[in-house]
């Protein structure tokens, strides 16, 4: 997968852009504030229809831009020799997304037509914060490769909030746990597809980062992650019908408590997983080197998944990447850059790079413009 080139015109302080890529390396380096950033988060709306730093569109229009009428983004991407033209544009009232022209109903709908990995300084949150941003990991990677996870997903999320409701407002319903049966049923059948998928790509993912950290890490250590259900799900492998039925009961379980906390307590959306190094958990033992560490290598391990699932590479963004590892781990890094994969970096010193890497095409950013070297 190769992303050819792109165009940006009033996002943040990006007033235009034209730039054209090349299939390797490619680094976006200045000082801090100019604008690098700015030009990933733009492209990866491509990838997902969503900011990775912004709840609404209105943190991405630029201020004080008298003549504003649009945010625009075009890109074109070759996938499998063929090519696609991308377009994002959006303002204060609305958005519009088309690929080939042809215009999109549903932002997931892009899910999957630019496979990409990201990571930022925030992916460090993945060990130290909340079960939520690594559920959310897990669906971005599994949505980008299946089109019936993300289906199911759906599903699930829509029957879930429909069971919250009964829970919460017809709690006095004599007859409530026989209306919720149906709703059971469903979540029970989607539900059970979600984690096993998640279980079985992060036992894949466990292998393939435990590879990776090995690479970057000076130590001797074994890396692992390691899924979290919201019941017990019994020995590997688990069958998808026996997870169903388990599911199914663990509903019917629950439904005292449900009842009392007015929201459902298991199920995919109360799962999680944990970074486990020499089996103790990363996030309470171990240090941020690790941590960073821990990350990268999973990022590193997601590319090759993506690649195993779908046959192609995905695009590799890595934002501020260096400013925190030590020179032997930078190093290190920059060696295993996962070969093949399109990449962009961005960095303020260019010459943390270009002592390791020879990069195949180089753009400075200052004040949102970007010059190419």
Request: charged share 25%; hydrophobic share 45%.
């Amino acid at each position: 997968m190769f992303l050819e080139d792109v165009q940006i015109l009033n996002f943040r302080n990006i007033r235009e852009m034209r730039l054209e890529f090349a299939p390797g390396l490619n680094v976006i380096y200045g000082p801090n504030a100019q604008g690098k950033t700015n030009l990933i988060e733009a492209i990866y709306m491509l990838v997902t229809g969503r900011s990775f730093r912004a709840r609404s569109e209105r943190e991405l229009v630029p201020w004080l831009v008298e003549d504003y009428e649009a945010t625009v983004i075009r890109a074109t991407v070759t996938r499998e020799g063929v090519r696609d033209r991308f377009l994002m544009s959006f303002n204060l009232t609305q958005k519009y997304v088309s690929v080939n022209g042809e215009p999109l109903r549903r932002l997931g709908e892009l899910l999957g037509r630019i496979n990409a990995v990201l990571f930022t300084p925030a992916e460090l949150n993945l060990i130290r914060g909340i079960p939520q941003g690594r559920r959310r990991f897990m669906d971005l990677c599994l949505s980008q490769v299946s089109h019936r996870y993300l289906h199911e997903l759906q599903r699930f999320d829509r029957v879930l909030r429909q069971r919250n409701v009964l829970l919460k407002q017809h709690r006095e319903r004599r007859d409530l746990a026989n209306e919720l049966a149906p709703y059971n049923l469903q979540l029970a059948e989607s539900g059970a597809f979600i984690m096993l998928t998640r279980a079985n790509a992060l036992a894949a993912l466990s292998e393939l980062a435990n590879r990776f950290f090995a690479r970057v890490s000076a130590r001797d250590e074994f890396l692992q992650l390691k899924y979290l259900p919201s019941f017990e799900i019994g020995e590997e492998p688990v069958a998808l019908a026996a997870l169903e039925a388990g599911l199914l009961e663990a509903l019917a379980k629950s439904f005292r408590e449900d009842l009392l906390r007015g929201a459902t307590s298991v199920g995919p959306h109360r799962d999680d997983f944990v970074f486990l190094l020499n089996e103790r958990d990363a996030k309470l033992f171990g240090s941020q080197g690790q941590q960073r560490a821990c990350v990268l290598a999973m990022k590193f391990a997601e590319v090759e998944y993506i690649h195993n699932q779908v046959g192609e590479l995905p695009i590799l963004f890595l934002d501020d990447l260096m400013s925190e590892l030590d020179e032997e781990r930078r190093r290190a890094l920059l060696a295993n850059l996962p070969s093949g994969t399109q990449c962009f970096l961005t960095t303020t010193d260019l010459k943390l790079v270009n002592d390791a890497l020879k990069p195949e095409r180089v753009f400075r950013v200052q004040e949102g413009r970007a010059y190419p070297q």
